[in-house]
């Protein structure tokens, strides 16, 4: 079995994938404050829950842009599963043209996403990233990446008017039955879905403008799905989208995996920071 981990600013998904089938996934908040041993007994549970054993898990491969949770994330897979894990960016190359005036500033999880919807969709496409933040990547015709364009997640902008507003509420991100609210929680919530659609809406067609052939718009991440029912623009949703590229990359590179499994590694607590 191979257990896929994509390490985001809010949240980690962890998905299992057995004789290249996806099995399942869960999800828990980032947070640089959970011990090794913490992360350990909540990868058991899952494992538990979904019926399988850990041991039974050959390979883990990891796509991170959170540097600071890293040092425990790894030494929790050392002691929980005897493997030593495999990150997309360090130990192994995504696989992919990067275009990029700087490749080493695009996030790894962006070009993971650029494997996985290549092989899924086909060429040309642009894809829509949902989370905290929102990122659009370009991918040519050739399947090179690019670049794109990245703007404050609608989460976060909805906190920030909250914490900045002194009389606006912490509201519910939900899409408003009118454009026009009656009440300042649906005036808030009709700005916010209403908003971002229309700023999706402009960056995609500024984006295909600039791309040559008949571009697909793949949308993903947390909020993707409730986005896209607003959203014409968007011809797919892939919730999966991080995990099945980290798949793609781990059968790519197999011969990375042969021997990362290791004896059972005792982490001394006071080592956790």
Same mark, same amino acid.
């Given at each position: 079995?191979?257990?896929?981990?994509?390490?985001?600013?809010?949240?980690?998904?962890?998905?299992?994938?057995?004789?290249?089938?996806?099995?399942?996934?869960?999800?828990?908040?980032?947070?640089?404050?959970?011990?090794?041993?913490?992360?350990?007994?909540?990868?058991?549970?899952?494992?538990?829950?979904?019926?399988?054993?850990?041991?039974?898990?050959?390979?883990?491969?990891?796509?991170?842009?959170?540097?600071?949770?890293?040092?425990?994330?790894?030494?929790?897979?050392?002691?929980?599963?005897?493997?030593?894990?495999?990150?997309?960016?360090?130990?192994?190359?995504?696989?992919?043209?990067?275009?990029?005036?700087?490749?080493?500033?695009?996030?790894?999880?962006?070009?993971?996403?650029?494997?996985?919807?290549?092989?899924?969709?086909?060429?040309?496409?642009?894809?829509?990233?949902?989370?905290? /933040?929102?990122?659009?990547?370009? $991918? *040519?015709?050739?399947? !090179?990446? &690019?670049?794109?364009?990245? @703007?404050?997640? =609608?989460?976060?902008?909805?906190?920030?008017?909250?914490?900045?507003?002194?009389?606006?509420?912490?509201?519910?991100?939900?899409?408003?039955?009118?454009?026009?609210?009656?009440?300042?929680?649906?005036?808030?919530?009709?700005?916010?879905?209403?908003?971002?659609?229309?700023?999706?809406?402009?960056?995609?067609?500024?984006?295909?403008?600039?791309?040559?052939?008949?571009?697909?718009?793949?949308?993903?991440?947390?909020?993707?799905?409730?986005? /896209?029912?607003?959203?014409?623009? $968007? *011809?797919?949703?892939? !919730?999966? &989208?991080?995990?099945?590229? @980290?798949?793609? =990359?781990?059968?790519?590179?197999?011969?990375?995996?042969?021997?990362?499994?290791?004896?059972?590694?005792?982490?001394?607590?006071?080592?956790?920071?």
């Amino acid at each position: 079995m191979l257990l896929a981990i994509d390490v985001g600013n809010t949240n980690m998904v962890f998905g299992l994938y057995e004789a290249g089938e996806f099995v399942g996934s869960f999800r828990i908040s980032t947070n640089g404050e959970r011990t090794s041993d913490e992360l350990g007994m909540i990868i058991l549970q899952y494992y538990s829950f979904l019926g399988r054993r850990a041991e039974d898990t050959s390979a883990v491969i990891i796509a991170s842009v959170v540097p600071p949770v890293m040092y425990t994330l790894v030494n929790a897979i050392r002691k929980y599963l005897c493997l030593q894990p495999k990150c997309v960016g360090k130990d192994i190359d995504a696989g992919i043209v990067n275009l990029y005036n700087n490749p080493r500033e695009v996030g790894v999880d962006r070009l993971v996403n650029a494997v996985s919807a290549v092989e899924k969709y086909g060429k040309p496409l642009i894809i829509v990233d949902m989370g905290t /933040a929102i990122t659009f990547d370009a $991918i *040519d015709r050739d399947g !090179a990446y &690019l670049g794109g364009a990245i @703007l404050p997640g =609608i989460k976060i902008a909805m906190e920030a008017l909250f914490q900045k507003a002194a009389k606006l509420p912490r509201i519910d991100i939900a899409p408003s039955a009118h454009a026009i609210g009656k009440t300042t929680v649906e005036s808030m919530q009709s700005g916010a879905v209403r908003g971002y659609v229309g700023a999706l809406k402009g960056v995609i067609l500024d984006m295909k403008a600039e791309m040559d052939g008949q571009v697909r718009v793949i949308a993903t991440g947390g909020m993707g799905r409730m986005m /896209a029912q607003h959203c014409s623009l $968007i *011809d797919e949703v892939d !919730a999966n &989208l991080t995990l099945d590229g @980290l798949l793609m =990359i781990y059968d790519r590179n197999r011969e990375v995996f042969e021997n990362t499994r290791i004896q059972r590694v005792l982490v001394d607590a006071s080592e956790e920071v």
